[in-house]
C-alpha cells in the first residue's frame, strides 16, 4: 500500500437507488466514488468514513482497492435512498453516521498534503476536523453538496449550512452543481466575484450534469467544458459521476499538472464511464444482502 498522499473526508453510504423502477442496494458516498478515483490515479489514498461495524464487510470495495481506512466509533451508517425521476432526484436519508473525527490520525499521516471535504449532510464532519483542514497545511478541495442541503425528517430539503463559510474559506478548489451554487449566492446575498473576494476560495467548478459546466479559475476566467456523451440506453446509474468527475479533475490539474482543459476532458470521460457503469462497476458497489424493495419503499 502506498504512502497516502490524498485524504477524503466524507461518509461512506448504503444507498438504496431506484432509477427508472429499478431498485438496488450499493455502496456509495464521497469517500467511495473520490475515495477510488483518487487511487485508480495512482494516488496513495487514504478516506476518513464512519460506517457501523455490521457493515464493515459490505465495503469490501476499500481493500480491494487498496485504500487506507480510517473508520471511527458510530452508533449508524449513513443511508440515503435516492429516487431518480424524470424531474431531477428525489432523496431521503434514513440513518446518519456521527461525525467524523479524524484530527489525531491526520497529523500522524505526515505524507498527506491533499484533504478532500465531500460532506453529505452538514453535520457529517465533525468541526474539529473541518478546522484542521483549513489549518493552511493542506492543498484543500470541497465539494458543498452536504452544506447546501439538510435533513427534514428523513427528507432532504435545500439549505445553506452556517458551516459553508469555514469549509470555503478553507478550500483551493470547490464544486458544486449550478443549482446549488445559485442557493448558496442567494445565501450570501452575493455574486461568485464577491463571494471569492469575500472568502477567499480558489478555483471554482460548476457541473450542470448532461449539459455539462464550467470551471472559473483564480483569476475568475471561465473555461466551458461538454459532457461525454453516454447513448440513453446505455446508461446505468448517474448516482456518484460528479463525485467520480472532480477527483479525476484534481488527480489531473492538481497532481499531474495537467491544463485545466485536459483535466476537464479527462474526468468528463470518467464520469461518462462511471454512470455506464463501466468504471466502478454494479458487481463492485453491491451491498445487497436482503430485500431492497422494503428499504425503498
Not at 59 to 68: Q, W
Not at 148 to 158: D, L, N, S, T, Y
Not at 258 to 287: C, D, F, M, N
Amino acid at each position: 500500500m502506498d504512502a497516502p498522499v490524498v485524504i477524503v473526508i466524507g461518509s461512506a453510504t448504503i444507498d438504496v437507488i431506484d432509477f427508472g423502477g429499478r431498485i438496488r442496494k450499493k455502496i456509495g458516498g464521497v469517500a467511495t466514488y473520490a475515495g477510488v478515483t483518487f487511487r485508480r490515479h495512482g494516488l496513495g489514498t487514504a478516506v476518513a468514513a464512519n460506517v457501523a461495524t455490521e457493515d464493515i464487510p459490505l465495503f469490501r470495495l476499500f481493500p480491494d482497492e487498496d485504500l487506507l481506512w480510517t473508520n471511527g466509533p458510530t452508533r449508524a451508517t449513513t443511508r440515503f435512498i435516492n429516487r431518480e425521476t424524470g424531474a431531477g432526484r428525489a432523496q431521503e436519508m434514513p440513518s446518519a453516521a456521527d461525525p467524523i473525527r479524524c484530527c489525531a490520525w491526520l497529523a500522524e499521516r505526515t505524507t498527506i498534503r491533499h484533504v478532500h471535504l465531500g460532506p453529505l449532510h452538514p453535520d457529517d464532519i465533525h468541526p474539529d476536523t473541518l478546522s484542521l483542514a483549513g489549518s493552511g497545511r493542506y492543498f484543500v478541495s470541497l465539494d458543498v453538496q452536504g452544506y447546501a442541503r439538510r435533513a427534514e425528517g428523513k427528507r432532504i430539503v435545500p439549505s445553506v449550512s452556517d458551516r459553508l463559510e469555514t469549509a470555503l474559506a478553507a478550500a483551493d478548489a470547490v464544486k458544486a452543481d449550478e443549482t446549488e451554487w445559485e442557493l448558496i449566492l442567494a445565501h450570501f446575498g452575493s455574486d461568485t466575484a464577491g463571494l471569492r473576494s469575500r472568502l477567499g476560495f480558489g478555483e471554482l467548478l460548476l457541473t450542470a450534469g448532461a449539459r455539462g459546466g464550467r470551471l472559473i479559475d483564480r483569476k475568475g476566467r471561465v473555461i466551458d467544458y461538454a459532457p461525454d456523451p453516454v447513448p440513453p440506453g446505455r446508461v446505468e446509474d448517474p448516482t456518484g459521476a460528479g463525485d467520480v468527475f472532480f477527483a479525476a479533475y484534481l488527480a489531473g490539474r492538481h497532481h499531474e499538472g495537467w491544463t485545466e482543459r485536459e483535466s476537464l476532458t479527462h474526468a468528463a470521460r470518467i464520469a461518462a464511464q462511471q454512470v455506464s457503469g463501466k468504471y466502478l462497476t454494479p458487481a463492485s458497489l453491491s451491498a445487497e444482502t436482503d430485500s431492497t424493495e422494503g428499504d425503498a419503499s
